[in-house]
């Protein structure tokens, strides 16, 4: 006999915990006896720890700026989410932000020394680097940043699909991710530009000249990328304009939509234990400081102990010095375009490359799309290629 | 007067709906369309004849890097007293590519590629010879001509 409507209530919210957490087991559970017995002991479920709140006690400047703000209700939508409590791999998120941060300080301060045309721009760095106070400093912070700032994005991308966090709800989260590492590796190229110099020149013009390759638009991104026709002061012009102006308020945008994202749809749910993540507010929020403070001492440590030289100036009217290399992010690229035959399947080699990566990057961004359940196939396939895109940078070194 | 049930009727609040969408795309268009067109550089018409030094500048069997119209130009001058001009730009990626004296040929440093002299592609990635220019030699001045 089955147990009346009435006792169900009872034993449900004793099991809420669980049912929350397995919602498909309600259906499963046996049915209760329809004589009462005597209530069992049972252990209490484990919660998760609240919050803390790190509000202001009213009254003074600091309780003043948190009425203003609303700290109150900031306070309890953070409380709301939850962090692991053991995985390096949630903090390269945060990380790659405050890479971004670094970057917008210290770009901030080289513009007002940096000259944006081809006579005056490695003139203007190396004035940076030699007579103003700190200049090799904020330079050396800079350039650091920028490196770490394209590792950690694609790091965070590829820990991203190793772990499968990209499966549905977080579509929007990992598309904006996407437009993201899309818009730091602009970033990086279009800086890399800026000091005119040998290797800056030779990236522009085999940078571009390789865009132009991409299917349908290829030629437009060539003449867009370089300014016009040729490498001239017109691509330097584009590059500083995408640099300093249009790619930090595209990222800006694009990183505020990821964070809403991520907050709608959290990676991590509210009602997980205590014995595997921790509060987001104030916890992982503190651990997060204390990381990226981590990471400041090591870009501080790059910038003082690790130089890096400027390089002789552009000379369009100059070979390209021998045994050029791009940066370290294209090395791969490099090692294919280098060694691959002249046609594929009667395509143009670097041609076929290009379609070929526009190709990969529709089906990666489609992730969530076609492999809905996180297959470990998809997790094997991303360790296959990281495994394969070291060997082809190692290659290119050669 | 029609009522909201007849399928011949459209609401009101619909043909508003479409008048204000239409309108917003069209707005956005005007704004995009310039945008657009502003960041796209214009193009450029071939500067035509460029004079890149007199004959003796040249070394005899040897080559010299000239800019044509922004692009870097190979000029070699043999030792028939033939003229030869070569865009100076592989035709793989566009690496400036240089004139080795001691292996008697055109070397791309960047991915390897190799021309002969006569700028065929004879090694390496690049999928063609090396662009000719016109080359023209009057009253001991050269004169290179740029094809777009």
């Known amino acids: 006999m089955s ?5 169900q209530p009872a034993e449900a919210t004793e099991t ?4 929350e957490a397995h919602p498909g087991h309600a259906s499963t559970r046996p049915a209760a006896p329809s004589v009462p017995s005597p209530p069992v002991p049972q252990p209490p479920a484990p919660q998760p720890t609240a919050s803390r709140s790190l509000a202001p006690v009213p009254g003074g ?3 003043w700026l948190a009425d203003r703000l609303g700290w109150d209700g900031i306070e309890a939508g953070l409380g709301k989410h939850r962090a692991p409590r053991r995985s390096f791999f949630f903090y390269l998120g945060g990380i790659t932000l405050f890479l971004l941060l670094v970057q917008v300080a210290s770009g901030i301060l080289l513009v007002l020394y940096y000259r944006p045309d081809p006579a005056h721009a490695r003139e203007s760095v190396e004035q940076i680097i030699g007579e103003i106070p700190y200049g090799d400093l904020i330079r050396a912070v800079h350039v650091w940043a920028s490196d770490l700032f394209v590792a950690c994005l694609l790091a965070h991308m590829f820990t991203v699909i190793a772990r499968r966090s990209f499966r549905p709800p977080q579509e929007l989260t990992w598309l904006s991710g996407l437009a993201a590492l899309i818009g730091g590796i602009g970033l990086a190229f279009t800086g890399a530009i800026l000091p005119w110099t040998e290797v800056a020149y030779t990236q522009a013009r085999v940078g571009s000249q390789l865009a132009g390759r991409t299917p349908f638009i290829g030629e437009w991104l060539r003449r867009f990328l370089r300014g ?6 017109g691509t330097l012009g584009h590059a500083y304009g995408f640099h300093v102006a249009v790619l930090p308020a595209t990222l800006t945008l694009i990183v505020a939509l990821h964070l809403f994202f991520l907050f709608r749809k959290p990676v991590v749910r509210a009602d997980a234990g205590d ?5 987001l507010y104030p916890d992982f929020i503190v651990h997060q400081a204390a990381a990226q403070t981590g990471v400041l001492v090591v870009i501080m440590t790059l910038a003082i102990f690790a130089e890096r030289p400027l390089g002789p100036a552009a000379n369009a009217a100059q070979s390209t010095p021998l045994g050029s290399v791009p940066p370290w992010y294209m090395l791969p690229i490099h090692a294919i375009v280098r060694d691959a035959p002249r046609e594929l399947l009667g395509i143009d080699g670097p ?5 070929a990566t526009c190709v990969l990057g529709v089906v990666v961004a489609a992730l969530p799309f076609i492999d809905r359940r996180g297959s470990k196939i998809t997790s094997w396939l991303a360790w296959f290629a990281l495994a394969a895109l070291l060997l082809l940078a190692v290659h290119a070194l050669e | 007067m029609a009522s909201n049930d007849d399928p011949n009727n459209v609401p009101r609040r619909d043909v508003l709906g479409a008048a204000v969408g239409g309108s917003a795309a069209a707005f956005a268009l005007a704004v995009v369309y310039p945008v657009a067109r502003f960041v796209e550089p214009p193009s450029r018409p071939s500067g035509g004849p460029t004079m890149v030094g007199k004959l003796e500048e040249f070394p005899l ?13 190979l000029v070699f001058r043999l030792q028939d007293g033939q003229v030869r001009a070569f865009s100076a730009l592989c035709t793989h990626l566009q690496c400036v590519v240089a004139f080795s004296a001691e292996r008697r040929q055109i070397e791309c440093p960047c991915h390897r590629g190799v021309y002969s002299m006569d700028g065929q592609n004879i090694d390496g990635p690049p999928p063609r010879p ?4 016109l080359v023209t030699v009057n009253e001991g001045s050269v004169i290179v001509t740029a094809a777009r």
Do not use: C, S
């Open chain 2, 61 to 73: 069997d040897g080559a010299k890097m000239v800019m044509v119209d922004d692009r870097p130009v």
């Open chain 1, 16 to 19: 809420a915990p669980a049912e």
């Open chain 1, 3 to 7: 147990a009346p409507d009435d006792q």
């Open chain 1, 351 to 355: 041609r076929f490359l290009i379609g």
């Open chain 2, 130 to 133: 090396l662009d000719e220019l």
């Open chain 1, 228 to 233: 016009g026709e040729e490498v001239t002061i």
């Open chain 1, 275 to 279: 014995q595997e993540t921790m509060p």
């Open chain 1, 61 to 63: 400047a600091a309780g």
